[in-house]
């Protein structure tokens, strides 16, 4: 079946560190990917998305790129901030049925 | 403003004592699910209602109902808490499945 996995957290970084959370999935066909973000004592609000490979999404300075044939969708951020601090989560949208498929989350705690 | 709106937002009961945690969505979405997440095991989805009067088992059924008597509402109901329902708990909705899901804050429920 579907599924969605993320790297284990917490990861810990100082402010300013260049950010990676990898994600990969195994799905059959081409499913839309997402990342979403949870800030503390906050419910999820999608981050970004990408529906086809090789799209790249892009939302407040992260970046993440669909890519087929590794399977992967990474969540990248060049410089990160405390206001980052937050848990992440990867998912995405089975292309038959449409159920979201979700990763664990990753915590990203980031230090001044 | 477009949004999610559960209650309450924190909640202890005792086991046995039933119990109902309310969700409302103002987007017109015809799409609603409930996920609980634990630590380490994400998000799980517990029910989903495609539309009014269409309901759904999820992933984690077990221990809980829904219902979907009118577009707006999806309420959760625990007829008979137990401990190991302990957990957060999550509406989404969204205008179909699979597309741009939008959160509520989070009902932290305790069972002792």
């Known amino acids: 079946g579907n599924s969605v996995t993320q790297m284990e957290g917490p990861v810990t970084l100082s402010e300013e560190a260049f950010l990676t959370i990898n994600c990969t999935y195994t799905?059959?066909?081409?499913?839309?990917l997402f990342w979403y973000v949870q800030y503390p004592g906050e419910g999820l609000q999608l981050l970004l998305k990408?529906?086809?490979a090789d799209d790249k999404g892009s939302n407040k300075g992260f970046e993440a790129t669909y890519r087929k044939e590794t399977t992967s969708f990474h969540l990248e951020k060049g410089s990160v901030q405390v206001s980052d601090s937050a848990v992440y989560f990867c998912a995405l949208s089975d292309e038959s049925n449409y159920q979201l498929i979700w990763g664990a989350g990753t915590k990203l705690i980031i230090k001044p | 403003e477009a949004q999610v709106t559960q209650n309450p937002r924190y909640l202890i009961t005792v086991t046995g004592k039933k119990l109902t945690v309310t969700c409302s969505q103002n987007m017109n979405h015809e799409y609603m699910s409930w996920y609980r997440q634990d630590p380490g095991l994400g998000l799980r989805q517990i029910y989903y209602?495609?539309?009014?009067?269409?309901?759904d088992k999820g992933d984690v059924p077990e221990g809980y109902k829904v219902s979907r008597k009118e577009k707006r509402n999806f309420p959760l109901i625990l007829e008979s808490p137990s401990p190991n329902q302990t957990s957060l708990y999550f509406c989404a909705s969204s205008f179909f499945q699979g597309a741009r899901a939008f959160f509520g804050q989070g009902t932290r429920l305790t069972v002792v």
């Open positions: 799905a059959t066909g081409y499913p839309s």
């Open positions: 990408a529906t086809k």
């Open positions: 209602s495609m539309n009014v009067e269409v309901t």
